[in-house]
């Protein structure tokens, strides 16, 4: 198995640009997620799915879109970039719901806004 | 929704010496505790876990201690060596919400 992979690992944008972070898994996890990473500030939830046609908004979801039409896919879009977008992105996925189990981490994808 | 409030920010320890963090929730429902670490350049992992019918479980030289009733948990590592360096995160879950994170602590283990 795979695991969680993120693609990019690197990118570089400017204001205004959109782009798409990919997140598949093959652990065939019902419960996917966003995170994102800053100095000090933790890992904050941008947005979540507990199952394929399913998402919901996390603590800080502005500028930010999901989709999940399969269960191995979850894609964060970011529609007009801006430097506060700035971070580490995490996906991570689990087992049943958002409340049970392992929450296992993509490595990461660090996104830069000029 | 829940918070979760984790300190110190950053600890230094001299190896050998043991290491303790201490995190406190909001959410009176919170029922799964887990600790992550994170090192450098690397994704978080789940190091270790607690849910609230207990109130403390080790695994080796780490261990974690929960009290509802204060609405606190804690990590403890003890002997600690250079390879705990890294920061560590911990979390809960408030009812059916997402897993709420920790800002963080960064331990430094001094050789």
């Known amino acids: 198995n795979a695991g969680v992979t993120q693609t990019p690992k690197f990118q570089v944008l400017k204001t205004g640009q959109s782009m798409t972070l990919q997140c598949a898994q093959d652990?065939?996890?019902?419960?996917m997620s966003w995170y994102r990473q800053d100095p000090g500030m933790g890992l904050r939830l941008i947005h979540y799915?507990?199952?394929?046609?399913?998402?919901d908004q996390g603590e800080v979801p502005n500028g930010y879109n999901v989709s999940r039409s399969t269960t191995e896919d979850f894609p964060l879009r970011l529609l007009s970039a801006a430097p506060s977008q700035t971070s580490v992105y995490f996906c991570?996925?689990?087992?049943?719901?958002?409340?049970?189990?392992?929450?296992?981490f993509g490595e990461g994808s660090r996104l830069t806004v000029l | 929704g829940e918070n979760v409030e984790q300190h110190p920010s950053t600890l230094s320890v001299q190896e050998g010496d043991s290491a303790v963090i201490k995190c406190t929730y909001s959410d009176s429902a919170s029922n799964y505790f887990p600790w992550y670490k994170q090192e450098l350049g690397k994704r978080p992992q789940l190091i270790i876990d607690i849910r609230s019918n207990v109130g403390e479980k080790k695994d080796q030289r780490i261990a974690v201690t929960l009290n509802k009733t204060a609405k606190h948990f804690s990590l403890h590592i003890t002997e600690t060596q250079p390879e705990d360096s890294a920061v560590y995160f911990c979390?809960?879950?408030?009812?059916?919400?997402?897993?709420?994170f920790g800002k963080g602590t960064r331990l430094s283990v001094i050789a």
């Open positions: 991570a996925s689990s087992y049943s719901g958002p409340n049970t189990g392992e929450l296992f």
């Open positions: 652990m065939n996890h019902e419960y």
């Open positions: 979390a809960a879950r408030g009812g059916n919400t997402p897993l709420v």
């Open positions: 799915s507990v199952g394929a046609g399913i998402t």
